[in-house]
Nanobody, 114 residues
Framework: EVQLVESGGGLVQPGGSLRLSCAAS????????MNWVRQAPGKWLEWVSS????????SYADSVKGRFTISRDNAESTLYLQMNSLKPEDTAVYYC???????RGQGTQVTVSS
């Protein structure tokens, strides 16, 4: 069974940092490109970042470029999102998702507020 379990969210002040993790199981993680997506209250799902299967190619939404870094550890079947210089508009539920079919986990809440 495919499982994606996000963790690492929480409440942080503007300008702070968080590191999200996504533990994958039930499939060959190293064969799949992965995404981070997010959904803010009352808004559509928004793509945040992508990484290819080997980890050598990444891309970012303009809204997070220069502040967020996606990475992966294929040996540990884990996807990461390092988020720095957080802004209130980054508040959302963050999901990791397989790029091929959009399968995603239950999400982790990130709240940026003073």
């Amino acid at each position: 069974e495919v499982q994606l379990v996000e963790s690492g969210g929480g409440l942080v002040q503007p300008g702070g940092s968080l590191r999200l993790s996504c533990a994958a199981s039930g499939f060959i993680f190293s064969s799949y490109a992965m995404n981070w997506v997010r959904q803010a209250p009352g808004k559509w799902l928004e793509w945040v970042s992508s990484i290819n299967s080997g980890g050598g190619t990444t891309s970012y939404a303009d809204s997070v470029k220069g502040r967020f870094t996606i990475s992966r550890d294929n040996a540990e079947s884990t996807l990461y999102l390092q988020m720095n210089s957080l802004k209130p508009e980054d508040t959302a539920v963050y999901y990791c998702a397989r790029r091929a079919d959009g399968r995603r986990g239950q999400g982790t809440q990130v709240t940026v507020s003073s």
